[in-house]
């Protein structure tokens, strides 16, 4: 019996796309491989877990608080204002964890019929055990802060299972950077921010430091997908990503948050979304993002106005 053997992809050396020629992907995953061999972390030892809380100190910086400087934030007490603090830091690490299932199951299939070998399958698979850790590590700041997991909405959760099974390649790794990305960008604010708790800090360090690498991973794989999928798939996958910001943006701050700390729901909900500076935050933490994907052609026709009603591009 012959063994499976992968069939010959496009020579990329020979291709290229806005931002310039396509690099080897062997060769960018075998960098990104050694780049894990020195700068990875356990979570479970890299951190200290046992030492408690610090009094008076921010679980995200205040200023990325969804109802930072509005009507609402004005009446709240400092207390109260660290305590939304608190849940929306396990709402967005509940977001994570949802996000990151969602991202293995992705990966697993991308990798199914390729090379075993291959740095490319090597990276993959140790991407999946950087995100297995990162959701454990999510999971139990959630539980070191003493509050609920937020779930998504259970809509949004099973329309998720729909996207991610008739999600295309390209697809699969634009939805990947719409999730790191954004996120990214506000943890790069925060570990080096002395307000936050240092468990938290340190969450979002290790988090930085190994999300580059998925992220470098998935810019590099999309640009590729993008030039040699077919028309079709390059259209729907323009849909899928609008749709996938739509839900995204949608399910960023559970609501539940509010009710948590004594609030009214609806009324924060609603100044949440009249929030400038709410608006300006999200499309900020999402502009590295949107200019790449505009600038290799993703953001287009129908899927570039759903990432427009999503509010995370201007």
Known sequence: MTPFRES????????????????????????????????????????????????????????????????????????????LSRHEAASLASLGIWFEIILMQLLV????????????VRYALTEI???????????RLIQQGGTPAYPVPRLYHN??????????????????????????WMQRLTFPDERVQTLVRGVTRIHVVEE?????????????????????EQEFTRLSCGEAARVFSTCFVNPAVYEAVGLD????????????????????????LTDFLDDIGVLRGAGRRLWRSSGLLA
């Open 159 to 184: 329309l998720a299972r729909l996207l991610k099974t008739v999600s295309t390649t390209p697809g699969s790794f634009a939805s990947t950077l719409l999730g790191e990305e954004v996120l990214d």
């Open 265 to 288: 729901r609806r009324e924060a909900v609603a100044q949440v979304r009249a929030s400038g500076h709410r608006r300006e935050v999200m499309q900020s933490g999402a502009k590295r």
């Open 129 to 139: 055990a950087d995100e297995c850790r990162h959701s454990m590590m999510f999971a």
């Open 8 to 83: 010959p992809g496009p020579d990329f050396s020979l291709l290229r796309d806005a931002l310039g020629p396509l690099r080897d992907r062997e060769q960018v995953a075998e960098r990104l491989l050694e780049s894990s061999r020195k700068h990875a972390y356990d979570p479970d030892t890299e951190l200290d877990w046992d030492a408690p809380f610090e009094d008076g100190k921010w679980f995200w910086p205040p200023e990325l608080v969804s109802l930072y400087d509005t009507p609402l934030w004005r009446r709240m007490s400092e207390e109260q204002r660290i305590a």
């Open 212 to 232: 580059a690498r998925h992220v470098r991973y998935a810019r590099e794989e999309l640009r590729r997908q993008m030039v040699t999928a077919p028309r079709w």
């Open 109 to 120: 299939r991308h990798i199914y019929d390729k090379s075993l070998t291959s740095h490319h």
